[in-house]
């Protein structure tokens, strides 16, 4: 662990921060490859730090996987996709579909809406999120706060980050900004207590493909 320090955290958000600065930059330009590219430099951005964490130590046990990483992963991330279907009032709302008015799906849906929404981007962003930016936090903040103090504090600082990330990409209102934020806290708190990334990668899987395949269900009711 000695490696995941100050100079870890300092990469890290240097890196997060070209990355949204030159993915912002593109997404703005009117060209239908825009969006994808936009990600594909952000992925590229956090992959960074990630990789110059893990070629630096690796924390023991957190790329451990157990079978009740899956079990908590996917309990959590439908129970906050319906946290926030009923934050949203979704009780009252038709379903969301990925349908064009014509009826078709869009030719792109599956290679970049569907792929960087239910496997990229959870992957890379909880291992950066969760993974380095939080452990290395703990690390730096817990001898001097002591665990609980550290704890709270790197579990609130990154989901903030995490929440900052996504403001760029898509209209967030004050309910949107704190699902996000939730998910991002439920995230860390189980990185924490189980020591293990698994946790976190799962919930956001779920979390993004449930909204995903409720899409899917909309096109088909519709």
Do not use: K
């Amino acid at each position: 662990m000695r490696g995941w320090n100050g100079s870890l955290v300092a990469t890290a958000i240097v890196c997060g921060g070209v990355g949204v600065a030159t993915s912002t930059v593109v997404a703005r330009i009117p060209t239908p490859w825009a969006p994808l590219v936009s990600n594909v430099l952000l992925w590229i951005a956090l992959a960074g730090a990630v990789v110059f964490g893990f070629s630096r130590s690796r924390p023991a046990g957190l790329l451990r996987f157990r079978s009740t990483d899956a079990l908590w992963g996917i309990a959590a991330g439908l129970t906050l996709r319906l946290l926030q279907g009923a934050t949203s009032g979704a009780g009252a709302s038709a379903f969301p579909t990925v349908a064009t008015p014509d009826g078709t799906v869009p030719i792109d849906w599956w290679s970049t809406v569907a792929l960087r929404g239910a496997l990229v981007s959870p992957l890379i962003e909880e291992f950066f999120f969760r993974a380095v930016l939080l452990v290395s936090l703990f690390q730096l903040l817990r001898r001097a706060a002591g665990a609980v103090a550290a704890s709270a504090a790197s579990v609130l600082a990154t989901s903030g980050a995490f929440l900052l990330i996504h403001v760029p990409f898509e209209p967030l209102g004050a309910v949107a900004a704190f699902q996000v934020f939730v998910v991002g806290v439920t995230c860390g708190l189980l990185v924490l207590l189980t020591g293990r990334i698994w946790s976190a990668v799962i919930i956001h899987l779920a979390y993004n493909t449930s909204f995903l395949a409720l899409a899917l269900v909309g096109m088909i009711l519709s």
